[in-house]
């Protein structure tokens, strides 16, 4: 079978209507670059910058930070690469962050609420994606997120840092800035968040744990993580409604991104970006390419 879907590598997968649906990878360190580009992914939908602030003894420097984010913008380009902001909690802990005890970290200081506390660690950041962004097709996007003053307080963070590499005569272009739609209350602004953001990245992992209110982590709740839970499906459709009415791109990076029997309610609900771990990728081409045969008149 996988000499079969060898095929699809190079597929660039279509909807009925024309449309391309990007089927990107998820990665977490640069390593896995070569892996992703072996199974033909159209960039990156979803790369987690927690791994390049666990390895270190400090805080990745903002040079190293810039220096990463390029190498991987160049390597995929023109395709874009999505960046996530740290997204680490008491959970997780890391050096060069004090975290709280907390009896309940996964509702508590993590992702974008932790970052915008501690600008000391946001801004380096934020900066080496500035500064990363003249080197390819950069986006960037916070996890997290469940109200739009994170965005607006976010997007003054950037502001201020284009400022200052501007007087710095540092190099840097602006990028897309999004959100992963991975709380309920994310869900329930969808609208409101639509307005404000260049697109929209539903993190079913998060998503299936907070609207089902079961721990992803906690095997005796198992059974209630299940994202076909007509629960976190309807969740799903209120954000792709949200997103699709306001124009701008609904796509998924959660597991659930790449099992071929959701991608058709997904890409029927009007998503246009999937991304993956990148050995799911020639087959979620290939169950597209199914898709669109359908309609497509030409018989391409
Ligand atoms: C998610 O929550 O669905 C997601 C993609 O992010 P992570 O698994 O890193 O929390
Ligand atoms: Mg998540």
């Known amino acids: 079978e996988k000499q079969a879907l060898r095929a699809y590598k190079d597929i660039i ?5 024309g449309t391309i649906i990007e089927i990107a990878a998820n990665l977490g360190s640069l390593e896995e670059i070569e892996a992703a580009q072996e199974a033909g992914a159209m960039g990156v939908g979803l790369f987690r910058t927690e791994l390049l602030f666990m390895r270190h ?3 990745p420097s903002e040079d190293l930070q810039a220096e990463t984010y390029a190498t991987l913008a160049k390597a995929f380009a023109p395709y874009p690469v999505i960046v996530r902001t740290l997204d680490i909690g008491g959970d997780k802990p890391i050096s060069g962050i004090d975290f709280p005890d907390e009896e309940n970290p996964f509702l ?4 974008i609420r932790m970052c915008l506390d501690r600008p000391d660690v946001f801004k380096p950041q934020l900066r080496a994606l500035l500064r990363a962004a003249v080197h390819g097709n950069i986006k960037v996007m916070l996890p997290m997120v469940s109200g739009l003053d ?5 997007r003054a963070l950037i502001e201020e840092c284009a400022k200052e590499l501007e007087a710095e005569n540092k190099a840097y272009a ?3 800035l999004g959100v992963m739609v991975e709380t309920p209350a994310a869900v329930m602004i ?7 953001v260049a697109f929209f990245s539903i993190g079913t992992n ?3 744990q907070y609207i089902m209110a079961a721990d992803r982590l906690n095997p005796t709740v198992a059974k209630l993580n299940d994202v076909t839970h007509p629960a976190v499906m309807a969740a799903i459709e209120l954000t792709a409604k949200a997103g699709v009415e306001a124009g701008i791109m609904v796509g998924m990076c959660g597991e659930a991104a790449g099992r071929p029997d959701l991608i058709p309610a997904f890409v029927g609900m009007g998503l246009t ?15 597209v390419l199914a898709l669109g045969q359908v309609g497509d008149q030409e018989g391409k």
Not at 13 to 17: E, F, S, T, V
């Open 13 to 17: 997968p279509k909807r009925a209507d």
């Open 190 to 196: 969808a609208p409101m968040l639509a307005k404000e």
């Open 108 to 111: 508590g200081w993590r992702g």
């Open 57 to 59: 003894i400090h805080l």
């Open 150 to 154: 994170e965005v607006r307080a976010t």
């Open 273 to 287: 970006e999937l991304s993956m771990s990148p050995s799911s990728i020639q087959r979620a081409k290939k169950c």
């Open 174 to 176: 602006t990028f897309d």
């Open 206 to 208: 998060d998503l299936t």
